[in-house]
């Protein structure tokens, strides 16, 4: 019924940026919170950032006036921007929406598969 679909992650040196990006499609009728979220091996997965439908945003400390989360209403879609990029970002990124479906008043929580990204020092 619905996905969501990850793209631009990869390999990238200490300091480089990377862009990634997460679109909503099926049968969607509104999108609430979206939000990026990441698992590095042997750790539970994390809070990145989250972004509210009016663009309120939340981050985690640990990435804070280095990753900025922005979405487009319009596409569905929400990205990532990450600069400054070390070694502890290496991880699985997922994307997380609260989606209302068509002909639903209920909105529920979707994930996207995961991109690796991995920063080498």
């Known amino acids: 019924q619905v996905q969501l679909v990850e793209s631009g992650g990869g390999l990238v040196q200490a300091g480089g940026s990377l862009r990634l990006s997460c679109a909503a499609s099926g049968r969607v009728f509104s999108i609430n919170t979206m939000g990026w979220y990441r698992q590095a091996p042997g750790k539970q997965r994390e809070l990145v950032a989250i972004?509210?439908?009016?663009?309120?945003?939340n981050y985690a400390d640990s990435v804070k006036g280095r990753f900025t989360i922005s979405r487009d209403n319009a596409k569905g879609t929400v990205y990532l921007q990450m600069n400054s990029l070390k070694p502890e970002d290496t991880a699985v990124y997922y994307c997380?929406?609260?989606?209302?479906?068509?002909?639903?008043?209920?909105?529920?929580?979707?994930w996207g598969q995961g991109t690796q990204v991995t920063v080498s020092s």
């Open positions: 972004i509210t439908r009016y663009g309120s945003t």
């Open positions: 997380n929406a609260e989606i209302v479906v068509v002909r639903s008043s209920i909105g529920y929580d979707y």
